[in-house]
């Protein structure tokens, strides 16, 4: 902390909304408190998968009772389009109890500047780390905020729009995560707790970015509508030094005892060879524990996965999103053909990585044909592997949501932030309102070819069995699990029972409790 700015007299709040990672806030919470100034960081509410549920009104009033006690000078709320209910409800809630101004900061202000700001008194366009230091250091100083870059501010009967800052370019400079448990709080399940939900010692697997940006442009993600609005603002794709990244791996590895994994959290881990082979390098030397990444399958090859397999890589995410080429690249801007995909399979079974796959399901524009396509593609593919099954998102003005809007196979009720979808079919829910019954026979096959069983004493992380095509086949032509699909329930739970017994056998029943505690759940 700079010393000369230590007594500041000035309390900032950051309220996260369903996230707990919240890599944004966490940064502008360290750089504020490294300048002077007093930070409190309210995790409101968790992101649970398909049941997140909007704030009971217990958990308004918790918050609104630890606002009244914190007495904060300045309001911070990071929100993504999905929360701006939330979002616009608490901020309505906390006008009624402080004059504290409260500005909005994430991904739906900078893209939806024009809603955001009827609700905000400010809110930050795109990354926040120098703007929400000038706006702290003007408001301490009782100084004009008028003309902060990056910022839009309500004045008396209209709305100064400054234009968007110069995107931070420098990575290494931003502070590491302190992991201080000092003035945080987490409310969810109508109760609060005082301290970091997520880095506390029972932590065993650790995320990190090693940059920012995305090359791609595909159809359905914000990150195109981002790039127009930064086009000018600075390089959009940057990445830190490899020591900088090594250097906050060995402070969280020496922090937390029980760290059993660290993952990559960038969207495309692969993109510069050359730094990659340094990271590998360095990452087994001085981290040495199993490591977990997320690739775009166009940066797939022998190589690449040869030294991630060198530096302990055990697990990886691969977006294909479709096994019709037409969707892939008509309707998601996704220019990767099958032979690239089948490919990237059989490298990462040569190499022994445990891969998920990641496919978007519920598009308006999918037939039945494209979903048979899907399941024809993904049968080919070697096993065992995860399907991560998506819902899609329509993300407000993308290219794919205007499409179906302009299509009329949507409606304005139906994009994310209007729509509350995203609380409840995040993944592929069957029992989401809207899902259609003639497709869920074919969700369930898409079940049954992620499934795999682990049964083994020795190694307890070994697939041993995965079931065979020729049931799979029979299971799909089966008139009768075509007009019953939700009867294949009890075979998907077989590999979920066996992984129990596994446990059972090892002795672990600590994570047997967890495990069962986390399906009873669900």
């Not at 630890?66 to 911070?76: A, E, S, T």
């Not at 037939?367 to 329509?394: A, V």
């Not at 795999?452 to 079931?467: E, M, Q, R």
Request: net charge positive; glycine share 4%; aromatic share 12%.
């Amino acid at each position: 902390m700079n010393k000369n700015l230590s007594e500041k007299n000035f309390h900032i709040v950051i309220i996260s909304l369903y996230s707990y990672g919240a890599f944004g806030s966490r940064i502008l919470k360290d750089i504020l408190k490294n300048n002077g100034y007093t930070v409190s960081c309210i995790y409101f509410k968790k992101d649970k998968t398909n049941s997140m549920g909007l704030p009971s009104e217990h958990e308004n009033t918790l918050l609104l009772e630890l606002i009244k006690k914190l007495k904060p000078n300045l309001i911070g709320i990071s929100t993504r389009s999905t929360f701006f209910p939330v979002a616009k409800d608490i901020t309505k809630k906390m006008k009624d109890i402080t004059n504290s101004p409260i500005i909005w900061g994430g991904a739906h202000p900078t893209i939806c500047s024009e809603e955001s700001i009827q609700f905000a008194d400010m809110i930050c366009i795109g990354e926040g780390e120098k703007t929400i230091l000038e706006l702290a250091n003007k408001l301490y100083k009782h100084e004009d905020i008028s003309k902060i870059k990056g910022l839009w501010v309500k004045n008396n009967n209209s709305i100064i729009k400054n234009e968007p800052n110069f995107l931070f370019e420098d990575l290494n400079t931003l502070p590491f995560p302190d992991f201080d448990n000092k003035d945080t709080y987490a409310i969810e399940n109508n109760c609060i707790i005082e301290h970091d939900p997520l880095y506390n010692d029972d932590l065993t697997y650790y995320n990190f970015m090693s940059g920012r940006g995305c090359p791609f442009h595909c159809y359905f993600c914000s990150n195109s509508i981002l790039k127009k609005i930064f086009d000018d603002k600075g390089h959009f794709i940057r990445q830190r030094t490899v020591e900088n990244v090594i250097e906050e791996l060995k402070i969280a590895k020496n922090r937390f005892k029980k760290l059993k994994v660290v993952s990559s959290n960038d969207e495309v881990f692969t993109l510069n060879k050359e730094w990659l082979k340094e990271f590998c390098e360095k990452y087994k030397k001085e981290i040495g524990l199993p490591f977990h990444c997320d690739i775009h399958p166009n940066y797939v090859n022998e190589n690449i996965i040869e030294y991630l397999k060198y530096a302990g890589l055990k697990t990886i995410t691969m977006g294909i999103q479709s096994g019709s080429e037409r969707i892939r690249t008509d309707l998601y801007g996704r220019k990767t053909p099958d032979a690239i995909l089948e490919k990237n399979a059989q490298i990462l079974k040569k190499f022994k990585i445990f891969p998920s796959f990641d496919l978007i399901f519920d598009n308006p524009l999918e037939t039945e044909n494209d979903i048979k396509t899907t399941y024809e593609f993904m049968l080919k593919l070697p096993r065992p592997y995860r399907i991560n099954m998506y819902s899609m998102q329509h993300h407000p003005k993308t290219k794919l949501t205007e499409m179906l809007l302009n299509e009329k196979l949507i409606t304005s009720n139906d994009v994310d932030g209007i729509s509350t979808k995203g609380f409840d079919q995040w993944h592929v829910n069957f029992d989401y309102k809207k899902s259609k019954p003639e497709l869920i026979h074919y969700y369930k096959l898409f079940e049954l070819l992620s499934s795999f069983i682990v049964l083994s004493k020795n190694n307890p992380g070994k697939v041993i069995f995965v079931f065979p095509k020729w049931f799979i086949r029979f299971i799909e032509n089966s008139k009768f699990f075509k007009r019953y699909p939700r009867s294949t329930d009890w075979i998907a739970l077989m590999p979920k029972i066996t992984f129990g017994l596994g446990l059972l056998i090892q002795g672990e029943y600590k994570r047997l409790f967890k495990s069962a505690k986390s399906f009873l759940a669900n």
